[in-house]
């Protein structure tokens, strides 16, 4: 009796252990902060032609400089979702005037997002591009840099490659 009650023990522990590790690695998603050149994004945004007004959204916002460009250069409402608390507070520190949160990309509201910058890795605009199907967005541009969203070949609108950097953006 004592063997079985181990064992189911045993059992519903590597359970928790395992559903810990994925839902821990799928939410870092391993994905490093590597600032962007942010004269390269400015050139990015000038050719867009992006609206003062405007709802942005940089998912992964790391030291909130791309936040702080389009909110204070473009004249958007910016919003940075960063998952490192170091990095938020320092973007908190040096963006006074702009809105960071510290959470999960994953769970990031976009309903009223305009535009979606996000600098991450192929895996994770993948999982970007499913998110926005699901939930049926609309009138939305995404700006992947680096990284094609495969998955959205007939929707890419443009590739920009300033400095040896590519940035796909697409439109829904
Ligand atoms: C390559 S950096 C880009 C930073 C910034 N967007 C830029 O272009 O300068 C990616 C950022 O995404 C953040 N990140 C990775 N996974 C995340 C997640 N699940 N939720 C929120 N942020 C995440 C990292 O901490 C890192 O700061």
Redesign the pocket.
């Known amino acids: 009796m004592e063997y079985l009650a181990l064992t189911i023990a045993l059992i519903i522990a590597s359970g928790v252990m395992v559903w810990t590790v994925f839902t821990l690695i ?11 050149d ?1 004269k390269g ?1 400015e050139k990015v945004f000038e050719q867009l032609n992006l609206k003062p007004g405007k709802v942005f959204v ?10 702080e460009l389009a909110t204070n250069k473009f004249h958007m409402k910016s919003v ?5 608390p170091w ?1 938020i507070l320092l973007s908190r520190w040096k963006y006074k005037n702009i809105e960071f949160k510290q ?6 509201d976009l309903k009223a997002a305009d535009y979606i ?4 890795s192929p895996r ?1 605009v993948e999982k970007i591009a499913r998110i926005i199907e699901k939930e049926k967005l609309k009138n939305l541009t995404i700006i992947s ?2 990284f094609e969203i495969k998955s959205w070949k007939n929707k890419l609108k443009k590739k920009i490659e300033i400095t040896n950097n590519n940035f796909f953006v697409y439109q829904i």
Do not use: T
């Open positions: 799928s939410e870092i998603s391993a994905v490093a902060f590597v600032p962007s942010i994004v940089d998912l992964g916002s790391g030291d909130g400089r791309v936040a940075g979702y960063e998952i490192n990095l959470q999960s990309l994953w769970k990031a910058f996000c600098y991450l994770a840099k680096a």
